[in-house]
Each structure stands twice: as structure tokens, then as C-alpha cells.
């Protein structure tokens, strides 16, 4: 019952703390992180007790799918580079550059023990990421680069985490045993992904029914991370192929109602697992904590000292690419969203933190290896990746609105107006062509006719203002606010037929059936 407690506890936590950071212009991950320390501390609160090997597949799936939901696979091709540079080559440098100086400075701890250290922590956290750099305002380009590092790096890390600890485990390890390993996951991973999200979208279009559609996207993405995991594949890059397939083969313009329930199931879902992982976070700082028995003062100087390579490894990691990726953009004029000013990258650099696959992955190390001998520092292994988490997530998260301020990076907002207006030109010009398509084999009266062609021009101008000249924009304007008098006494009749329906819904004799259908279609009505 305490467990379920502390849970209930962490669901509220996860709704409170979103707007209470609108409010404090600090992310919701950071907050949840701060109030898992504080539970954390009180005596009364009891140790959170979930399997460690359960945090990754019931965690992971459900946050990585949500947010494939604000990207695309296009987003994602036309930035592959720096995203694999940042996913892939950054992991591989943090985690030698980690496990070199943790042998180092932490005495007998082996190199494939430290390895193990440094791929846990490597790869920056993709909720964090893109929750943290979502509420900010920056640059599009900024924000697509860092969710898709977020969303692939975790590939690479796993993966490199499973070789170390066999390595240590097992006492061997083979560089090309390791290569094969990396590929076959992916290839497993990227076949998963692709079959399962192809299956999911005949599926979807057999059920039809909205909430039944919603039900399997709740599905989908524990089932391609369980059965990756079970080919030996990789799990965190099936359910990522399977997301991304998903959003581009499964889009139907006019399934009005299933595309507003998804996108608000979704939305609690990012909203609910989000606080519970990074709450999760904050209740394991107590159990880190346990682990150092009585060498915090010698055990915070191998974390500061980890801490220190693997905010420095990003910085002279981000430094060079960027400038490498701006000459090539000037040689072969390509075609990627990259920082274009020092300021930008130093964002980049800060918004790297680590999070909830860091914590699942150092809980999983195993107790003993092989020959029964418990696994080489394992104890302070789990100290230090816990400071790195808090310090990264907490220090850098609590001081990167700070820092965006003080730089004065913020997103393009006359680019994304002009896209804007274009849209709106293209959404009227479509509405129009309709129109003449209909006109073409149906006799439609005259008054009708520029009723209609009226409406086609209003979608482009209620989209975007500016599509009209300055006389038109005043006519419209006196013409918009006549609708919206229209639709304010509209909604005000509406509202009146509802609290009817509703209360008939008490009375002696009331079909509760008839009256939820009738309420759903005012509803409807209402929404339109």
C-alpha cells in the first residue's frame, strides 16, 4: 500500500508540476526530480521497490513514442548527420573518455568495469531534452537536433552498456564481437520496427473506432520494444522505427476525431510517465547515497572529477563538429539544421543532461559475475552515475532558462510566420480548387457558390491575417468579429442544450445510453 502511495503521489506531482514551471519558467523534469530528492529525504517515505530490469521497458516505450510524435522521419533524414554525430560518435568518445579517467582516479576499479560507468552515463536523456528545450523557445533547429540525439542516442549507449558488462561478467571481450553485436541489434531492431508498425497500421484501419485506435497506439510500442529485446535486438531503436512509421503511413486528413483523441491521450501519457521517471530519479538519490558507506567525501571526488569529463567531452565534442558542419555547408551547400552562432552551440552544450536510461541502467548492474565474485565497483559505479544524473539535470536544468536569457537565443519567429502565412495560402488555394471540382458536376446556386468561395478565402485569412491587403484585412476584421459575436451567442445556446441534456441524465426513467449519444453529438457540434 505504501508503494501505491508513493505512486498516486508521483501522478499527482506530474500534473501539479507543469504549471507550476509555466510559472517559474523552470522545466517539469527538474522539478519532479527535486520533488523525488524531497521524498527522498522525509524518514516516513518508504524506498521505492521497482526491478531495475522492469524500469527501461516500462518507462522507455511509452516517452520515446510520444515524442517521435512531434518529429518526422523527414526531420530526421535531413539532419542525419549531425544527429549521428552527436548519437552515435559522442556516446562512443564520452564513454572512452569516461572509462579512461574513472580507472584513473577510482583505485581498482577495472577498465571494463569502467566502461560500463561511461556508457550509462554517455548518452544525454531524450525526454529531458525535448521536454526542456520544448518549453523554452528555441530555434526549430535546435530543438530537432537535440530530439533526435535524445531518441537515438539511448541505441548506441544500451547496446555498449550490454558488451561491458558481458565483458566483465563473462572476463572476455572481442572489439569485433562487439561490432557484430551493435549491428545485428540494429538490424533486428530496424525489422521489428518496420513489420510491427506496418502490421499496426492495417490494424488500425480494421478497428476504425477512435478510442479502439488510441487503445493500440497504447500497445504498440511495449510490444516492438518486448519482442526486439527478445531477438536480441534493440529495443529503444524498434519502437523508435516503429513510431516513425506510424506517423508517416497512418495520417488520414479527415479522421478529425481520432487524430484530437490521440494527440490529448498522448499528451497525458508524456505528461503522467514523464513525472514518474523523473521522480523515479530523485527517490533513487537516497539508495545512491546507501551505496558510498562512509566514503562520500572520497567518493564525491571521483564524481566531480567524472562530472567534470563529461560536461567538458560534450563542449570540445560540440565545438569542432559544428564549426567542421558549417564549412561543409559552404563547400556542398547541404541542407541541415545546425547552430549558426556560438551562443546556440553553448545552449546545445548546457541542454545535455542525463536522466531516466542512466538510472535504469546503472540499477541493472549485475550483483556478481560469472565466478560468483560480486561485479568489481559496483557500489560506488552507481554513486558516481547518480551525481553525474543530479548534477547534469538539476544544476544544468534549474540554470538553462537562465542561460538561453542571457544569451538571447530564441526561435525564429518571423520564419515560422512566413511558414505560416504559406500554409495558410496553400490550405485556401486547396479549399478553392475543391470548390471549382464541385461546381464542375454540380449545379450549385449563385448565392451558394460565393458563400462557399467566401469560406475558402476565410480558412487562408483566419490561418494567417496577413494573407489579405490592408482594405480587405479591415473588412475582414469587422467581418470576424460579427462571427465571433455569432459563435460566443452560438456557444452560450449550446452550453444551455447541454446542461439539459445532462440533467435529464438524473431523472426517473432516463435512458443514461441516449443521453451520453445525444451529449456526444452536441459535443461534436460544439468542437465543429
Do not use: C
Not at 144 to 171: K, M, P, Q
Not at 230 to 237: C, I, Q, Y
Request: aromatic share 6%; glycine share 8%.
Amino acid at each position: 500500500m505504501a508503494q501505491l502511495a508513493l505512486l498516486l503521489v508521483l501522478l499527482l506531482g506530474a500534473v501539479v508540476t507543469v504549471p507550476l514551471g509555466e510559472r517559474l519558467n523552470l522545466p517539469s523534469p527538474v522539478l519532479m526530480t527535486i520533488l523525488g530528492v524531497v521524498l527522498a529525504l522525509l524518514p516516513f517515505v518508504p524506498n521505492i521497490d521497482v526491478p531495475p530490469d522492469l524500469i527501461l521497458p516500462l518507462l522507455l516505450p511509452p516517452l520515446l513514442y510520444a515524442a517521435v510524435q512531434r518529429t518526422s522521419w523527414r526531420q530526421f533524414t535531413a539532419n542525419v548527420r549531425p544527429i549521428l554525430l552527436l548519437a552515435v560518435a559522442l556516446v562512443l568518445v564520452t564513454m572512452a573518455t569516461v572509462a579512461s579517467v574513472a580507472s584513473s582516479v577510482v583505485p581498482g576499479l577495472p577498465i571494463a568495469a569502467a566502461f560500463v560507468l561511461g556508457a550509462l552515463v554517455a548518452p544525454p536523456d531524450p525526454v529531458a531534452a525535448t521536454a526542456v528545450a520544448g518549453s523554452l523557445g528555441l530555434p526549430r533547429r535546435l530543438v530537432s537536433i537535440l530530439e533526435g540525439e535524445g531518441l537515438f542516442n539511448d541505441v548506441t549507449a544500451i547496446v555498449l552498456y550490454h558488451v561491458a558488462v558481458g565483458a566483465v561478467v563473462g572476463g572476455s571481450f572481442s572489439w569485433p564481437e562487439a561490432a557484430g553485436t551493435l549491428v545485428l541489434s540494429a538490424v533486428v531492431a530496424v525489422v521489428v520496427g518496420l513489420a510491427l508498425g506496418w502490421l499496426s497500421n492495417k490494424l488500425m484501419s480494421l478497428l476504425g473506432d477512435a478510442p479502439l485506435q488510441v487503445g493500440l497506439t497504447l500497445l504498440v510500442p511495449f510490444v516492438s520494444y518486448v519482442i526486439a529485446e527478445e531477438l536480441h535486438g534493440s529495443g529503444v531503436l524498434a519502437v523508435l522505427t516503429t513510431a516513425l512509421f506510424l506517423a508517416e503511413h497512418s495520417a488520414d486528413a479527415d479522421d478529425v476525431m481520432g487524430r484530437i483523441a490521440g494527440n490529448t491521450f498522448w499528451e497525458i501519457i508524456d505528461i503522467l510517465v514523464t513525472g514518474i521517471a523523473f521522480g523515479l530519479v530523485g527517490l533513487e538519490l537516497h539508495n545512491a547515497f546507501g551505496t558510498a558507506d562512509g566514503r562520500t567525501g572520497e567518493v564525491l571526488g571521483w564524481s566531480a572529477a567524472v562530472v567534470g569529463v563529461v560536461v567538458l567531452v560534450r563542449l570540445a565534442w560540440l565545438l569542432p563538429a559544428v564549426w567542421v558542419t558549417k564549412r561543409l555547408h559552404k563547400l556542398r551547400d547541404y541542407n541541415e539544421e545546425i547552430p549558426v552562432s556560438w551562443r546556440e552551440t553553448v545552449v546545445m552544450w548546457w541542454a545535455g543532461m542525463r536522466g531516466v536510461a542512466s538510472v535504469a541502467l546503472a540499477l541493472a548492474i549485475p550483483l556478481e559475475t560469472d565466478d560468483g565474485s560480486p561485479f568489481p565497483g559496483r557500489d560506488t559505479i552507481i554513486f558516481i552515475a547518480f551525481a553525474v544524473i543530479m548534477t547534469t539535470l538539476v544544476f544544468q536544468g534549474l540554470t538553462l532558462p537562465w542561460l538561453v536569457k542571457v544569451l538571447g537565443v530564441r526561435a525564429d519567429t518571423e520564419a515560422e510566420r512566413g511558414f505560416e502565412h504559406t500554409l495558410a495560402i496553400r490550405a485556401a488555394k486547396a479549399a478553392k480548387r475543391r470548390l471549382k471540382e464541385i461546381e464542375e458536376v454540380e449545379d450549385l446556386p449563385e448565392e451558394l457558390s460565393e458563400r462557399l468561395a467566401r469560406g475558402a478565402y476565410d480558412i487562408g485569412a483566419r490561418i494567417s491575417p496577413d494573407v489579405v491587403d490592408d482594405e480587405r484585412r479591415d473588412w475582414f476584421a469587422k467581418r470576424s468579429q460579427r462571427a465571433r459575436t455569432m459563435q460566443r451567442i452560438q456557444r452560450e445556446m449550446m452550453s444551455a442544450a447541454r446542461h439539459e441534456v445532462l440533467a435529464a441524465r438524473s431523472e426517473p426513467n432516463a435512458n443514461p445510453e441516449v443521453v451520453d449519444r445525444v451529449l456526444r453529438y452536441l459535443d461534436v457540434r460544439s468542437m465543429r
